[in-house]
């Protein structure tokens, strides 16, 4: 009897009531059953806490690698758009250098820049006969003193004031060699 009043007590401790100690052995048998289950429950629920617990600091410490990856990441992005940039001005500083050599040497280049010199004339020249085939299409000429756009048919530049000179008639070679002319 006295050890069904130790469980009693335990019982009472553990889920906070009090029963009764019962008068046959076999009610406490059952007794200690459910508290045996009650005390198992009550481990059961510890553990799953303390899983909790665990499970949140294990988020907390993820979370906190994950912002010092993304930290660091951002970093080195950060870092290789300014190493192009820093690549984008030496080039530009180089093309400045070559441009500057062309201008000063143009007339009597290197032999070793010889080839070089003769293809920049070919683009520039190519260049030069494409944007006047757009300023045909566009219907537009070019001031001679600003280099201003003009449209065809107006007589001075809208810029400047200069004069613009009207695209002189093309003629056939036959009425040239003829003396006669498309003004005649």
């Keep these: 009897m006295q050890k069904i009043r130790e469980i009693e007590y ?29 005390e198992k429950l009550w481990l059961q629920k510890e553990d799953t806490m303390a899983s909790f617990e665990e499970l949140g600091k294990k988020i907390s410490e993820t979370g906190q690698s994950a912002a010092q990856k993304t ?4 970093e080195v992005i950060k870092l290789k758009y300014h190493a192009g940039d820093l690549n984008k001005a030496l080039s530009n500083l180089y093309s ?9 040497t143009k007339e009597a280049p290197e032999e070793d820049f010889k ?28 001031c001679p003193v600003c280099g201003a756009k003009v449209q065809n048919g107006k007589k001075f530049c809208g810029d400047c004031g200069a004069r613009v000179l009207d695209e ?14 498309d003004k005649e």
């Excluded at 009090?18 to 046959?24: K, L, R």
């Excluded at 930290?71 to 951002?74: D, S």
């Excluded at 250098?97 to 000063?104: A, P, Q, S, V």
Aim: a negative charge.
């Design 71 to 74: 930290k660091g990441l951002a």
């Design 96 to 104: 400045e250098i070559g441009m500057l050599y062309f201008e000063k």
């Design 115 to 142: 080839e070089l010199f003769s293809k920049i004339d070919e683009t520039v020249s190519e260049i030069e006969a494409t944007e006047e085939k757009i300023r045909e299409l566009k219907g537009v000429n070019v």
């Design 10 to 38: 335990t019982i009472s401790d553990f889920t906070g009531f009090t029963a009764a100690a019962p008068e046959n052995p076999h009610a406490a048998s059952v007794q200690m059953q459910d508290f045996c289950h009650a």
């Design 168 to 181: 002189e008639p093309v003629q056939d070679e036959e009425a040239e060699d003829s003396g006669v002319s």
